[in-house]
């Protein structure tokens, strides 16, 4: 069995003793099993290409922890770990994307079914799933990264509906640990968290003042430097640690809109580039990007936005601007802006200093189209393995791969 075709599950922790495991090392024509030593071990993992050695660790804990903490580097940089997909193949690079997705989960996935992403991991949650070990009919989160070629299924937290759409979204910095989490959001006063260190799901209570819990609140969420941030109806942004140590009356904060995206038909969009999180204000033609910064004083820290872009019409752009009626979404590696029209048709805007320097309209092509209506962009391609905690070991089509590969 091919492991680009695998989807492990995630389930419930076993409250009886583990059983010992299996030696998963074994001689090729005898199939005795071998205990190698760990340097030896090592050895081989380490001469293993980077996606190999992500499969590898969904075979056993033992595995998991000696790639791991052993043989993957430790001091990468973002920069090494992504990289953005390009505007201009964009559409052939989401058809490659969900044919993955649909081949490993054994079921059709479209941009419809995307509900998160996070620095090239990618985040969905359906019932439809047939692949290795999930039940179909019953609901999962399956977190994806092509270009590792790994996929966890996780069952869903205890006392969660069973429907078709479940807000939720990732939270994975590869500079600063190998561990995903999924944030489940419970209404707006809870959120389940689950871990991928641990595999357990633990619920968090968000402290807030009530007229943010009143208020509707986008559904989007951006992951920045260990917090969420999610965008309220009350002109504020919500700002959530996920760090289930901290302090609950500290875990969340209401951060104040600049004061021209307050008006009533201003819409809003957020984004993260490198370290920077960036608010897109959008009303009819005029377009602001800020900048939040941060500000510690006397131990004290304060927020304010820095407006980057300013943009007034002023008639140039008219024939296509007039047509845009919606704010999808903002490419800040790029500064472009992609809106849909009234005609349903899309566009995007290259913006430079204070000025617009190019609008054009988006090919017509419909997995681009669902993919900028359903989920934004940028996408970005993680080179770096997640690791994740598994309650069972998996180990004979693994065996098979692992030994067809030493053959070669």
């Known amino acids: 069995m091919n492991f680009s075709t695998n989807c492990w599950a995630v389930r419930k922790k076993r409250t009886m003793g583990r059983r010992k495991p299996k030696v998963l090392f074994k001689e090729r024509q005898s199939n005795i099993p071998i205990d190698l030593p760990k340097e030896l071990q090592s050895n081989i993992f380490d001469r293993l290409s980077v996606q190999d050695q992500s499969k590898a660790m969904c075979v056993s804990h033992s595995w998991r922890d000696l790639i791991l903490y052993s043989i993957l580097p430790k001091d990468e940089s973002q920069q090494s770990l992504a990289s953005l997909f390009p505007i201009e193949s964009l559409d052939l690079k989401l058809q490659q994307l969900f044919n993955w997705c649909s081949r490993v989960m054994r079921c059709r996935v479209g941009p419809n079914k995307l509900i998160g992403t996070c620095n090239g991991l990618l985040l969905f949650y359906h019932s439809n799933g047939r692949a290795q070990n999930i039940t179909h009919g019953v609901y999962h989160y ?29 939270v994975y910095d590869p500079t600063k640990s190998r561990f995903f989490q999924i944030v489940h959001f419970q209404g707006h006063r809870h959120v389940s968290v689950f871990s991928s260190e641990n595999g357990i799901w633990t619920t968090q209570t968000l402290t807030l ?17 260990g917090s969420l941030y999610r965008l309220s109806r009350s002109g504020h942004l919500v700002k959530i640690k996920v760090d289930l140590q901290e302090n609950v009356l500290e875990q969340t904060e209401a951060i104040a ?32 990007v800020y900048e939040l910064v941060e500000c510690v004083s006397s131990g004290v820290a304060s ?36 809106f849909k029209g009234n005609n349903n048709f899309f566009y995007y805007i290259f913006i430079g200093s204070n000025t617009i320097i190019d609008c054009k309209q988006v090919p017509s092509c419909e997995i681009l189209y669902d993919y900028l209506e359903f989920c934004g962009i940028p996408l970005l391609e993680c080179y770096s393995p997640f690791a994740c905690c598994l309650a069972e070991e998996v180990i004979d089509c693994s065996i098979v791969y692992f030994i067809r590969y030493l053959l070669v």
């Open 257 to 288: 809109l600049p004061s021209d995206c307050l008006s009533f038909n201003c819409q809003w969009e957020l984004s993260v580039k490198g370290d920077k999180l960036l608010l897109v204000g959008s009303k009819g033609l005029n377009f602001a």
């Open 209 to 225: 003042p009530k007229y943010i819990i009143a208020s509707s609140w986008t559904k989007k969420c951006v992951y920045f430097n």
């Open 142 to 170: 399956y977190v994806m990264n092509q270009v590792t070629k790994q996929c966890v299924a996780v069952s869903k937290p205890t006392g969660q509906i069973s429907r078709g759409y479940s807000y939720a979204t990732l």
């Open 303 to 338: 927020c304010s936005w820095c407006n980057i872009h300013r943009i007034q019409d002023d008639g140039k752009w008219w024939h296509i601007l007039h047509k845009l009626s919606k704010l999808l979404s903002f490419h800040p590696y790029y500064d472009v802006a992609f």
